[in-house]
């Protein structure tokens, strides 16, 4: 029992509040809803749900509408958390729980409307709304849990398994600058030319370090790590921030660009896609590439009638 406590209040692995795995594991809990609704339908004497052409699928939709709704503004909150304090196992669990009732006391509601059910008191058709909720729910919240835990462990392991060197050169004792890059623990990852890096892209707790090897073919390493660490550690490089989630080595940078939609990079590789430039980091970028003699190439004033058209 003291094992368990000391579980439920130590801090929740960052990866449960990433963006893409709270958006993951909405989008999972939907669709098995969804699915095990249908299943439950023919065996339950309070659902109301229909598909097809009846005023009860208009019901339907808005009571799924909402429910979505519900879990979208609690999973932005729960991201949103990470700001104010640090969530424990227990405050998540207690937060999904709160999820369910929340939903369950609004299915309460509609049913009693809708149904306006006579044998039956609001204590029941709740306590059933809660059983069945809470499996249409909470199991989707475990699955999404386990294999999100399964792919940080996977992708932890990968990095234990790092040789650390990511080119396949022979040592060079020119003048050319080495970049190395260290993991949250200060263990040494990665080290690479500068001349085979092009650029770093966040991905929650990991980045991904797009380089190219002595082929010249372009491969990534993804590493545990923050951007705002890499910036911080080569100020006054070749490596510059362009966006929340991209940073470019200045050496790649084949164009600099203005669209109608903002500014734009073109590295010097046709399989990199172009990189956006936000409005926080514009002023610094223009300003690193003025002083390096590179101006910013202007759309046509073709291109700027057909925009406009």
């Known amino acids: 029992m003291v094992k368990c406590d000391a579980i439920m209040n ?5 990866y449960f509040l990433g963006k893409y795995q709270l958006l993951g594991t909405v989008t999972f809990s939907v669709l098995f809803a969804i699915v095990f609704l249908n299943i439950y339908i023919p065996f339950s004497d309070t659902a109301w749900f229909r598909l097809g052409d009846s005023v009860f699928f208009l019901f339907t939709a808005g009571f799924i509408s909402i429910s979505i709704l519900i879990m979208i503004a609690s999973r ?6 990470k700001k104010w304090f640090q969530m424990t196992y227990l405050v998540y669990v207690l937060w999904c729980i709160a999820e369910v009732v929340m939903i369950c006391a609004f299915y309460t509601f509609v049913t009693i409307d809708v149904q306006k059910p006579v044998n039956m008191s609001m204590l029941m058709i709740f306590s ?3 059983l069945y909720g809470t499996i249409a729910l909470i199991i989707p919240e475990i699955i999404s849990g386990m294999y999100f835990a399964l792919a940080d462990k996977n992708r932890t392991i990968r990095l234990m398994n790092s040789t650390g060197v990511v080119t396949e050169e ?3 004792h020119t003048d ?3 970049i190395t890059l260290f993991d949250t623990n200060g263990a040494l990852k990665l080290s690479l030319k500068s001349s085979n890096l092009y650029y770093i892209e966040s991905d929650d707790n990991y980045i991904n370090v797009w380089y190219t090897d002595s082929k010249g073919k372009l491969k990534m390493y993804m590493l545990r790590s923050r951007l705002k660490t890499i910036e911080d550690s080569f100020k006054d490089s070749s490596l510059l921030r362009c966006h929340r ?3 470019v080595n200045t050496k790649k940078v084949k164009v600099l660009r203005k669209e109608a939609d903002g500014y734009f990079i073109d590295l010097d590789n046709e399989a990199i896609p172009p990189i956006a430039i936000t409005r926080t980091y514009l ?3 223009i300003n690193h590439f003025s002083g390096a ?3 910013p190439v202007q759309p046509s004033q073709e291109d700027e009638a057909e925009e406009e058209n």
């Open 176 to 178: 050319e600058s080495q």
């Open 10 to 14: 130590n801090k929740l692995p960052d």
């Open 293 to 295: 003699g590179i101006a």
């Open 170 to 172: 022979e040592p060079s």
């Open 245 to 247: 989630k991209y940073i």
């Open 76 to 81: 932005i909150l729960m991201y949103n958390t």
């Open 128 to 130: 059933k709304a809660l």
């Open 283 to 285: 002023a610094n970028v």
